[in-house]
């Protein structure tokens, strides 16, 4: 809830998981998320209740499609989330870039304060376009279903990723809360992840320019499997 009765703006990740988990409710068992792609219209305020509507578009016998409006209810959406479920195909091909060689360590990182996700970041010099950071649930372990440890895992890709927009240009993150906003993001979910274990979150700045900051992610497990990739762009304050 908002402290002292004042608004609060949401947090986008919990937007996109509403949307996805809503998605989820109406696509047959046999279907995992490929791909959820969120555009956020407007702000919502956290402690009020967030409503999402449900579009189908089409269901294939490998692919169905939803499109998902969130908001408040009587008003206009603040985002329209765009799922892409599939049928996975357990004899697929199977590929993956080699995993960061090594991998830092927990006990290297400083706590960077976030709810409900915890948050370790590995501390990086002054300028830097690059950023890691350890990524769990501060409750664990989760629900043993997928579909939730998908969602919980759109949630916890939207932090962090986009301050190193603001790092690049050598900026401190104190001015993170009043110079970026979201204003689309992306997740493809490549493997299945236990979001009761540590994830690291390898991140980097794309490119800044005409007032938006883009940058990229690449989530892994604790032992080197790619989980999800991700792209975000968000305004950027002066």
Known sequence: MAPSGAATRGFGGHVAAIGLAAAYATVAADKRVHHAHVEFL???TAGRITRATVHDTS????????????????EKPAAVAFATFLRRDPAGLDY????????????????????????????????SALQKVWIRPRVVPLADDPRLHDCALLFASDLTVLWTTLTVHGRDLDERHSALATTSHSVWFHRDV??????????????????????SGRMWTASGDLAATVMQVGTLGR
Not at 59 to 74: I, K, N, Q, S
């Open 59 to 74: 269901d294939g016998r490998t692919l169905a499609r939803r499109v998902v409006e969130v908001g408040h209810p009587g």
């Open 42 to 44: 407007r702000p919502t």
């Open 194 to 215: 236990d979001l009761g274990s540590w994830l690291l979150y390898d991140q980097e700045a794309v490119s800044t320019t005409h007032g938006l900051g883009q940058a």
């Open 96 to 127: 993956q870039p080699g995993p960061i060689t090594p991998p830092p360590t927990i006990d290297d990182t400083e706590v960077v304060h976030t709810s409900p996700v915890m948050v370790r970041a590995v501390p990086q010099p002054n300028g």
